[in-house]
């Protein structure tokens, strides 16, 4: 059996962060962002399209300006959306779990929507952002990936990465049916 790892709240968050961004729509950058509170998941987000309209990865494709594709919501940006409208959640004191360093207008409304801490896994484009952050008062993290935790992960859609042992889940003795004891009949129809 490997070894068991149990990983860290970053390394936990870190992880369900990039498998939301795998939901990416716009691939010039697919990131994603989890909403965190009290250790508890409030939201999640990745870069698209609002709800009802065309995503990059269709046949409009990318919307470009000045170099940019502003065709998604950005990931930051969609997890305060999605706490406002789904979760019924304040994010007043939450921490923000972002693949990527925030741009400006995501850094404003990171800001704006009280989020206390954010832990960032790689700088995207310049730091400006996390000057930003910081000027703001937030406690700005940069995330180490646990090489332990990331080689755990990869094993963990692999098949059979732990074989239960099937003897030890055995509830009954292996008694044939017909010579298990009936129950005493005496509670009336209770079905
Ligand atoms: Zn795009
Ligand atoms: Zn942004």
């Known amino acids: 059996m490997q ?3 149990r990983p860290s709240w970053d390394d936990y968050f870190m992880a369900i962060a990039r498998i939301v961004a795998t939901r990416s729509t716009c ?10 509170k009290n250790k508890r998941i409030i939201s999640t987000g990745y870069n698209g399209s609002p709800p009802g309209l065309p995503h990059c ?8 300006e000045e170099g ?10 969609n997890a305060i959306l999605q706490a406002a409208t789904v979760a019924g959640q304040t994010t007043e004191g939450a921490t923000l779990y972002a693949l990527y ?25 310049n730091s400006q952002a996390i000057d930003y952050l910081k000027t703001a008062g937030l406690e700005v ?8 935790w990331n080689n755990n992960i990869k094993r963990l859609f ?5 074989k239960i042992d099937e003897k ?5 003795e292996n008694v044939p049916i017909e010579q298990k004891k009936e129950p005493p009949n005496n509670f009336g129809q209770i079905y």
Do not use: W
């Open 3 to 5: 070894n068991f790892i």
């Open 27 to 36: 691939d010039r950058l697919r990131a994603g962002a989890v909403l965190v």
């Open 57 to 64: 990865d269709s046949e409009a494709g990318h919307l470009m």
């Open 68 to 77: 940019h594709c502003v065709r998604t919501i950005h990931a930051e940006h």
């Open 101 to 125: 360093s925030p741009c400006i207008h995501c850094c404003k409304y990171i800001v704006a929507a009280g989020i206390k801490r954010i832990v960032i896994e790689t700088i995207y484009r």
């Open 141 to 148: 993290v940069f995330y180490e990936p646990n090489q332990e």
């Open 158 to 162: 692999e098949k059979n990465i732990e």
């Open 168 to 172: 030890a889940v055995i509830l009954e």
